[in-house]
């Protein structure tokens, strides 16, 4: 399967600032990467999906202003938390597909998740 | 949209017995079905997967059934190991994945 790494894989930050997290895909080009949520004992939420040089699609009750996502190359994919608040504190996790054609079931791998705790 | 249901939430078996853990879901276009172990503070991994051709799919001491006609699939894992302690979750590809609440698997030496 793929290889996919997270950067950072722990983050402590204020109330008020932002914080960027990074997803990159080590050994294929991935056109589409996802964000997912999980909250402590709880399932993945699906955040949004990012698509390589255009715009993040969000799922309904994600705040795309809040939630900044950045998919400039085929291995990298950017989350910015902005203004980040204690209850944004949680466990980030993107996946890349395996590749398949439209229409086409695909495999989904995960990177190790970045765990956010807001202060 | 998919609906997937997966049980039990917890799952205590002894180091060699098997374990069984099922999920439901609702939409029939669905056509792949993956389950993911997940490790206390990593990311899921892959095990196994299914595609709705399939009836079932063995690795090794992991097998997926699948009845697409109940629409349920089910995750067996034989003999069992402590290692195999972890959160297991299945889904179900509705043009994005759909996933179950996850199942907490305890494995008693």
């Known amino acids: 399967g793929a290889v996919v790494s997270q950067h950072p894989s722990w983050v402590i930050c204020k109330s008020g600032t932002s914080v960027k997290i990074e997803c990159r895909s080590l050994?294929?080009?991935?056109?589409?990467m996802f964000w997912y949520r999980q909250f402590p004992k709880q399932s993945l939420m699906l955040m949004a999906t990012s698509n390589e040089g255009s715009k993040a699609t969000y799922e309904q009750g994600v705040e795309k202003d809040k939630f900044l996502i950045n998919h400039a190359s085929l291995t990298l994919s950017t989350l910015t938390v902005t203004s980040a608040h204690p209850e944004d504190s949680s466990f980030y996790i993107c996946?890349?597909?395996?590749?398949?054609?439209?229409?086409?079931?695909?495999?989904?791998?995960f990177g190790p998740g970045t765990r956010l705790t807001v202060t | 949209g998919e609906n997937v249901e997966q049980h039990p939430s917890t799952l205590s078996v002894q180091e060699g017995d098997s374990a069984v853990i099922k999920c439901t879901y609702s939409d029939s276009a669905s056509n792949y079905f993956p389950w993911y172990k997940q490790e206390l503070g990593k990311g899921p991994q892959l095990i196994i997967d299914?595609?709705?051709?399939?009836g079932e799919k063995k690795d090794q001491r992991i097998a997926v059934t699948l009845n697409k006609t109940a629409k349920h699939f089910s995750l067996h894992i034989t003999e069992t190991q402590p290692e195999d302690s972890a959160v297991y979750f299945c889904a179900a590809d509705s043009n994005q994945f759909y996933f179950g609440t996850g199942t907490s698997l305890t494995v008693i030496p």
């Open positions: 996946s890349v597909t395996g590749g398949g054609l439209a229409g086409i079931a695909y495999e989904q791998y």
């Open positions: 050994d294929f080009q991935a056109t589409t």
């Open positions: 299914i595609r709705s051709n399939v």
